[in-house]
C-alpha cells in the first residue's frame, strides 16, 4: 500500500487485534479478485476461550452478518458469529472499519445466487492470539 494511502488506525482495538484486509482485494463489484482473498476479523481478544475450541474445525462458516437498517443509521460495527454445523456460537469479531460493505455485498451476492448466505472461516493461532479469518476468496 502506498504511504499516502495509509490511514491511523481508529478502530478502537489493539494493534495486533484490528483486523486486517484491503479494499484493493477486490474488483469494482466487490468481488474477490481471486480465490486467496481473507479478511481477518477485528476485536476478537474477548473471545480468546471460545476460539480455543474451534481451532482446526473444518466447515465453519459465518452465521449472520447484515446489519439491521438501525445499524446501518448509526453505522454501527458488523458482529460476526459462527456456524459449525450444529450450532452457532456468540460473537468471536467484528469486521474491519471500511469493510463492512464487502461482507454484506458478499452476503447478498450469495443468497441472490441460490446459496447459502454464510462465508467460509478459518481460526487460526497467531503469536498476538487466536484470530478469525474469513475467506472471502471462496465466494467467487
Do not use: C
Not at 489493539?14 to 483486523?19: F, I, N, T, V
Not at 458469529?81 to 450450532?87: A, E
Not at 463492512?100 to 462465508?119: D, F, H, N, W, Y
Amino acid at each position: 500500500m502506498a504511504w499516502w494511502r495509509k490511514q491511523a488506525d481508529d478502530s478502537g482495538f489493539p494493534r495486533g487485534d484490528s483486523g486486517s484486509g484491503s479494499l484493493d482485494d477486490y474488483a469494482f463489484d466487490l468481488i474477490p479478485r481471486n480465490n486467496r482473498v481473507t479478511m481477518r476479523l477485528a476485536g476478537s481478544d474477548p473471545y480468546q476461550a471460545d476460539l480455543a475450541t474451534l481451532i482446526g474445525e473444518d466447515e465453519l462458516t459465518t452465521a449472520g452478518g447484515q446489519r439491521s437498517l438501525e445499524d446501518e443509521r448509526t453505522d454501527a460495527p458488523t458482529l460476526i458469529r459462527l456456524f459449525t454445523g450444529t450450532k452457532v456460537t456468540g460473537v468471536v469479531g467484528t469486521v474491519p472499519r471500511g469493510l463492512e460493505a464487502v461482507v454484506s455485498e458478499t452476503l447478498s451476492r450469495l443468497e441472490q445466487a441460490g446459496k447459502k448466505p454464510r462465508i467460509p472461516v478459518r481460526v487460526v493461532q497467531t503469536r498476538h492470539g487466536i484470530r478469525v479469518d474469513l475467506l472471502m476468496g471462496q465466494t467467487r
